[in-house]
């Protein structure tokens, strides 16, 4: 599978926006997939994901209640919502594929990246 993250782009703190991830390929659905991001100077960080069938998510505690992770296994599409977004998101986001379930907060357990996209969240 290869991946393909949506443009990003700049928003004020207290917006919204909606990132995806396109996936070529027929295996997309039995992929777990995520998404991270690295701010800049800072290493690359776990932000969200799910299982194949989408039943099972995680996310880092500092976006709980702001980001939704979702995928649309016809589509071979992922989402990542992001609502009453902070300058601390500001950051390049990544989605990633996963072909195990274990241990998905980690960049490790992932084999595909999509490309970086920039989100800028800022007055």
């Known amino acids: 599978v290869q991946l393909q993250a949506s443009a990003g782009g700049l928003v004020q703190p207290g917006g919204s926006l909606s990132l995806s991830c396109d996936a070529s390929?027929?295996?997309?659905?039995?992929?777990?997939m995520g998404w991270f991001r690295q701010a800049p100077g800072k290493e690359r960080e776990f932000v969200a994901s799910?299982?194949?069938?989408?039943?099972?998510?995680y996310y880092t505690d500092s976006v709980k209640g702001r980001f939704t992770i979702s995928r649309d296994n016809a589509e071979n599409r992922m989402y990542l919502q992001m609502n009453s977004l902070k300058a601390e998101d500001t950051a390049v986001y990544y989605c990633?594929?996963?072909?195990?379930?274990?241990?998905?907060?980690?960049?490790?357990?992932?084999?595909?990246w999509g490309q970086g996209t920039l989100v800028t969240v800022s007055s």
């Open positions: 390929g027929r295996a997309f659905s039995t992929y777990y």
């Open positions: 990633a594929a996963a072909l195990g379930g274990w241990n998905t907060q980690s960049a490790r357990s992932y084999t595909v």
């Open positions: 799910l299982s194949p069938a989408g039943g099972t998510t």
